[in-house]
């Protein structure tokens, strides 16, 4: 065989073994999803709460109660156009894609690009008194999220009754706003509260400072995140993600604005004297002119010392027409007309040719323009700065814990994703319910996700097992690739580049994949480690494929 007919029949030879391992991945799929949820759903409970410790518990789970617990909202969104305004977005009642339990629901937002509005009142108002407010709930951004929200809004006094609810919209007064929000690079754990002025009323947001870490993968691993807000009496707070905490603070320093004013400003009416001289340094108006001070002599001069090389040929030009070149045989004088040889680099001008000049050097007596030098102000006084008086409006609110009460829980969002989803909502006075309530319901969700993703590993080697004819199309991929590295190694070559990464896009999710991977790697470490970068972009990028593939096919289930 010739070098470029053998390197055809490898390419066809890789192709066809990878559509065989495709189809595999895919009858297996279908045998792991009736198993799996068949399994799943014996274990699954709707999860319970003690009356007296919630004020507001949701696990979505039954649609009838929801629709009688929630309103949609029917208001419009003030200050957009009308066409945008309408809260039109579509809520579901259903199965995550990614689901654990066949009997576990969720809260969806389907639409994306469109206001949505949904609300419930509490079971009975949350009056900040001298337990904690605790607030809890998971989000899955099941498709990630580039632009939108997934906060929630705890609805003050005034959402009291559901002819309120179906008038709820962005300006509906909240006591607490709480969750992920995000567009582009951008993103936020919010919590903020509306304060209210002890002197006058009047309602401010304040914001609390950023978490400590930076939170990006709960914007893009599509998993279930539980997010818990514990606000307490002494003024404190704490935030955590999934049991973790990952901001904490004091109502009364870690936001902005700060909830209490300072005690001084300052005078509006105090102005800068026209006399204050705030010039540290001033120009030296006695200084003159030195006599021998020439301003027009040049920064460089010709370098008095040089000589010309020897060699140098003043009268030779720097290039010539290339002796060598030919005319080409279609030259068509009349078209293109008369025909030059293209200016080459004159030989002969190794030392130099040309008029000869001598280099420039700095010029020694170069003074450039005089300028008069500085001198210390005697008349300095120093920044001025408007005297501080007593703030008129000064208060000191030692309880911003004692917020307005909370009468519902809304969400109101927009978000560029489709597939938001909510689930398992708890507003509590007791932090140890909150994480009762998390472990019956989001601890076991993971886990659950997780033995999935066991169990499809599982499922594969059970599937090998019983089709003992797969390891004939692993062993030919583990040859095929293995020959295809030793081509690439031993030079590169477009064809089989090219090939190789076209083939590489298509490679499925699959066992066959992953022993290729381990042949890969050995193969690797046993010449060179970690110098061909070629195989190890590969290697990488498959693995991502890979993964990618693997949650989208058992999404589809
Ligand atoms: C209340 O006082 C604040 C200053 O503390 C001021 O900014 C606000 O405009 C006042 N509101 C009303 C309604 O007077």
Redesign the pocket.
């Known amino acids: 065989m010739t070098l470029l007919s053998s390197k055809r029949f490898l390419l066809s030879a890789l192709l066809l073994s990878l559509g065989a391992s495709l189809a595999l991945a895919e009858e297996q799929d279908a045998d792991k999803a009736t198993v799996e949820t068949v399994e799943e759903a014996e274990t699954y409970h709707s999860p319970q709460v003690d009356k007296d410790k919630a004020f507001f518990m949701e696990h979505f789970d039954d649609q009838e109660a929801f629709e009688k617990k929630w309103v949609k909202s029917e208001a419009k969104k003030k200050g957009v156009a009308e066409e945008i305004a309408k809260y039109d977005g579509q809520w579901q009642i259903t199965t995550p894609i990614k689901k654990a339990f066949n009997a576990d629901l969720g809260l969806v937002l389907a639409t994306e690009a469109k206001h949505a509005a949904v609300s419930a009142l509490l079971d009975r108002p949350f009056v900040f008194g001298d337990k904690p407010l605790v607030v809890q709930y998971e989000v899955t951004m099941q498709a990630g999220q580039i632009c939108g929200g997934a906060y929630l809004k705890l609805l003050s006094k005034g959402t009291d009754t559901k002819a309120d609810l179906r008038s709820f919209h962005d300006q509906t007064p909240y006591t607490i706003m709480f969750g992920p929000d995000k567009c582009g690079s951008d993103n936020k754990l919010h919590f903020i509260f509306r304060h209210r ?1 002890p ?4 309602i401010e947001e304040k914001h609390s400072k950023k978490p400590t870490e930076r939170l990006e993968e709960i914007y893009k691993d599509k998993a279930p995140h539980l997010y818990t807000l514990i606000v307490s009496p002494d003024n404190t707070y704490s935030i955590m993600i999934d049991n973790k905490e990952v901001s904490s603070g004091s109502l009364l320093e870690d936001f902005t604005p700060p909830v209490n ?1 300072p005690d001084e400003i300052d005078d509006p009416n105090d102005v800068k004297p026209v006399d204050w001289d705030e010039r540290e340094k001033i120009v030296d108006s006695s200084a003159v002119k030195p006599e021998d001070w020439d301003e027009s002599a040049p920064a460089q001069i010709p370098d008095p010392d040089a000589v010309k090389p020897d060699g140098w040929l003043d009268h030779e030009p720097v290039n010539i027409p290339d002796p060598e070149a030919k005319k080409p045989e279609d030259w068509d004088a009349d078209m293109d007309g008369e025909w030059e040889a293209p200016l080459i680099d004159n030989p002969a001008c190794s030392v130099g040719c040309g008029e000869w000049k001598p280099p420039l050097i700095p010029n020694p007596s170069f003074k450039g323009k005089w300028r008069p030098p500085l001198i210390t102000n005697p008349n300095y006084k120093g920044r001025w700065a408007p005297r501080k008086i007593p703030n008129p ?1 000064y208060f000191y609110d030692d309880q911003p814990f004692k917020m307005t009460p909370i009468h519902a829980i809304g969400f109101e969002l927009w978000s560029m994703s489709p597939n938001l989803l909510f689930d398992n909502l708890l507003i509590t006075d007791d932090p140890a319910t909150a994480e009762q309530f998390a472990a019956q319901t989001f601890t076991p969700k993971l886990s659950a996700l997780t033995k999935y993703e066991e169990s499809f590993l599982d499922a594969a080697v059970q599937f090998v097992a019983a089709n003992p004819w797969v390891w004939a199309v692993v062993v030919l991929l583990i040859l095929v690739v293995i020959v295809i590295y030793i081509y690439v190694r031993a030079g590169p070559d477009e064809d089989v580049e090219e090939a190789l990464k076209k083939a590489d896009a298509m490679t499925p999710d699959d066992l066959l994949d992953e022993e290729e991977q381990e042949a890969r790697g050995g193969k690797a470490s046993l010449e060179e480690p970690a110098d061909d970068e070629e195989q190890s972009t590969l290697r990488k990028r498959k693995k991502d494929d890979g993964s990618g593939d693997a949650s989208k096919k058992k999404d589809e289930e």
Do not use: I, R
């Open positions: 002025n002197v006058n009323g009047s004013p409006d």
